[in-house]
């Protein structure tokens, strides 16, 4: 049996360190050290396994198969939450594991129109059954890189990307575009962690043609600080950006998220 895909998680709590890990027929979850036994209430599936992830926090761990979406208790193996949900083939939680994140492959409606293939629950849902079964939010998401939201460490913001822009939601109202970042071009943006509500974008290097020369040009991340990512009454964003003096070309080689020019 090979392994395709393994995990560690360490509960703030003190719980135990963990190691789960995931077969194309089976999931499994194993306490690490110093016991190195299977997790005790935890019943092992078994099946078409497509993806698993424990929540940032440690306190859940998350699959898919055919049959649904199941969620478990780190702590004891218990099922908090399973959903009816036949095609995910990505999921992903908060930081403090509020919200369970999936994904599914993108299609069409019967009228034609693409799916909301991008869907935010309750990890742990506390209304009634029927409730559980409902999105909180749900967005079109064709891409399958990048796929899943971004929350800020306090879960009181989130933002995805769209084309040209970053929208910014607040997490308990995701039907509605909180404020946006427009950049043109941008291809990738990280949300700060810890408290300081910041938001990077970063826009690839571009060749410009010069006297028949073509020559690498890098544009540094441009960086909004609290008061820009969070104005009052929404005003526009634009005016916060903080523009490179100019943009001076680089020799060619690979820039991280975080690269700059010097």
Not at 135 to 158: A, H, I, M, R
Not at 178 to 207: Q, T
Not at 238 to 257: A, T, V
Request: net charge positive; proline share 7%; with cysteine.
């Amino acid at each position: 049996m090979s392994a395709i895909a393994a995990a560690l998680s360490s509960a703030q709590d003190g719980t135990p360190l963990q190691l789960a890990y995931r077969t194309s027929k089976a999931i499994g979850i194993f306490n690490a050290a110093p016991v190195y036994t299977p997790l005790g209430g935890f019943s092992r599936p078994e099946g078409a396994m497509r993806c698993c992830a424990y929540s940032p926090c440690g306190r859940l761990f998350g699959w898919a198969s055919p049959e649904g979406v199941t969620v478990v208790e780190t702590a004891s193996g218990q099922i908090v939450t399973v959903l009816p949900l036949s095609n995910v083939l990505e999921l992903g939680f908060s930081p403090r594991g509020t919200f369970l994140i999936t994904w599914e492959r993108p299609g069409k409606d019967e009228n034609g129109d693409a799916n909301k293939n991008l869907n935010v629950w309750h990890a742990m849902p506390h209304e009634s059954e029927a409730d559980a079964k409902v999105p909180l939010g749900s967005f079109v998401q064709k891409s399958q890189g990048g796929w899943n939201l971004q929350y800020t460490s306090d879960e009181q913001f989130c933002a995805r990307m769209v084309t040209n822009e970053i929208h910014l939601f607040q997490s308990h109202d995701l039907g509605t575009v909180w404020n946006k970042v427009r950049v043109e071009g941008v291809a990738d943006f990280a949300l700060a962690p810890g408290s300081s509500h910041s938001v990077a974008v970063f826009i690839p290097e571009r060749k410009v043609r010069r006297g028949g020369d073509v020559r690498n040009n890098c544009v540094p991340l441009l960086t909004w600080h609290d008061a820009a990512l969070f104005p009052r009454a929404n005003q526009p964003l634009s005016r916060f950006l903080r523009s490179p003096k100019s943009h001076r070309p680089c020799p060619k080689r690979r820039f991280s998220r975080a690269t700059r020019c010097k």
